[in-house]
Nanobody
Framework: QVQLAESGGRLAQAGDSLRLSCAASGRTINTYVMAWFRQTVGKDREFVAAISWSGSSTIYADSVKGRFTISRDNVKNTEYLQMNSLEPEDTAVYYC?????????????????????WGQGTQVTVSS
């Protein structure tokens, strides 16, 4: 079992930067693909970014590419999402996720059902 806890969400203004953190406990995350998703009221959970187990490769949703950066520190057992140039459209609850690769390329893990463990979410609100 892996327990995930997000932090860092807050009210921000358009153009601001935020860094979200996801602290893992229970067992090491060094064998898992880690990801961030986000969700707004009335909408499906949306893929944001994912990072390979080693941290050497990343993938991003088109909506955040060039603005957000996902990273991980396997020694600290923590995942991060650096968000720059925030836009009101980024307003959402952001969720950390961890998933084991079960065959196929890891970078195709862009659906919520691809992941095994989830945090409770942290609210990011961006004002215009």
């Amino acid at each position: 079992q892996v327990q995930l806890a997000e932090s860092g969400g807050r009210l921000a203004q358009a153009g601001d930067s935020l860094r979200l953190s996801c602290a893992a406990s229970g067992r090491t995350i060094n064998t898992y693909v880690m990801a961030w998703f986000r969700q707004t009221v009335g909408k499906d959970r949306e893929f944001v970014a994912a990072i390979s187990w080693s941290g050497s490769s990343t993938i991003y949703a088109d909506s955040v590419k060039g603005r957000f950066t996902i990273s991980r520190d396997n020694v600290k057992n923590t995942e991060y999402l650096q968000m720059n140039s925030l836009e009101p459209e980024d307003t959402a609850v952001y969720y950390c996720a961890a998933g084991a690769v079960r065959g196929g390329p890891w970078h195709r893990m862009t659906r919520d059902r691809d992941y095994d463990y989830w945090g409770q979410g942290t609210q990011v609100t961006v004002s215009s």
